[in-house]
């Protein structure tokens, strides 16, 4: 049974048109993260939450928010998606955060188009 | 900055032998480090582990060896089948540090 899914599979939106990926978990960690993978790149992080506590990147665009209303879900709004923008994204959780020896939880992943 | 690095890019073994895929680091604050295997239009799966307070994990046909004062590490998986081919991800973390992504390497296992 799939631990963290993402939503949708993929999504094509249009240039500066908001769009909005989702993301649950049935594990209860703590921690869930937002990365950006780009092609034949390193995931790179946007920003995590520990528990309600949000921490973003130095790097990561203002045009990138993220919203986590409860444990389970977490949200990454992009308000004005650009064509550079176009990429994997990809959520996952971990119990601990780095604070504590522990792997992090991978969902399937978005792939956003932007047209 | 890159933190974590990957050299091979790419990689490509024979049914049947080993595969060793490779990993430095630069930051010394590093404690724990982690393998991750991708497929295509898929999200990255946890491989294996290993503390820096080891050398060497083993989990069945996987095994990560780590060089400290080398700031190396390496995954070696024996023997290789084809099912094995996808994108191998180093990660690291500290206390207090989120997962640091290497690049990638592919590993292409040929029948």
């Known amino acids: 049974d799939a631990m963290v899914i993402q939503n949708p599979r993929y999504q094509v939106t249009q240039f500066g048109k908001p769009v909005t990926l989702s993301c649950s978990q049935t594990?209860?960690?703590?921690?869930m993260y937002w990365y950006q993978q780009k092609s034949s790149q390193a995931p790179k992080l946007l920003f995590h939450y520990y528990d309600k506590d949000f921490n973003n990147e130095a790097d990561t665009p203002d045009n990138f928010q993220s919203r986590r209303p409860n444990t389970s879900f977490c949200f990454l709004d992009i308000r004005s998606p650009g064509l550079g923008d176009a990429a994997m994204y990809l959520c996952?959780?971990?119990?601990?955060?780095?604070?504590?020896?522990?792997?992090?939880?991978f969902g399937q992943g978005t792939r956003l188009t932007v047209v | 900055d890159q933190q974590v690095k990957q050299n091979s890019p790419s990689l490509s073994v024979q049914e049947g032998r080993i595969s060793i895929l490779n990993c430095d680091y630069t930051n010394s604050m590093f404690d724990y480090f982690l393998w991750y295997k991708k497929y295509p239009a898929e999200g990255p799966t946890f491989l294996i582990s290993i503390s820096s307070i080891k050398d060497k994990n083993e989990d069945g046909r996987f095994t990560v060896f780590l060089n400290k004062s080398a700031k190396h590490l390496s995954l070696h998986i024996v023997p290789s089948q084809p099912g094995d081919s996808a994108v191998y991800f180093c990660?690291?973390?500290?206390?207090?540090?989120?997962?640091?992504f290497g690049p990638g390497t592919r590993l292409s296992v040929l029948p």
């Open positions: 594990l209860n960690h703590n921690v």
């Open positions: 996952a959780t971990s119990r601990g955060g780095g604070r504590a020896n522990t792997e992090a939880f």
């Open positions: 990660a690291a973390s500290s206390v207090g540090q989120n997962f640091v």
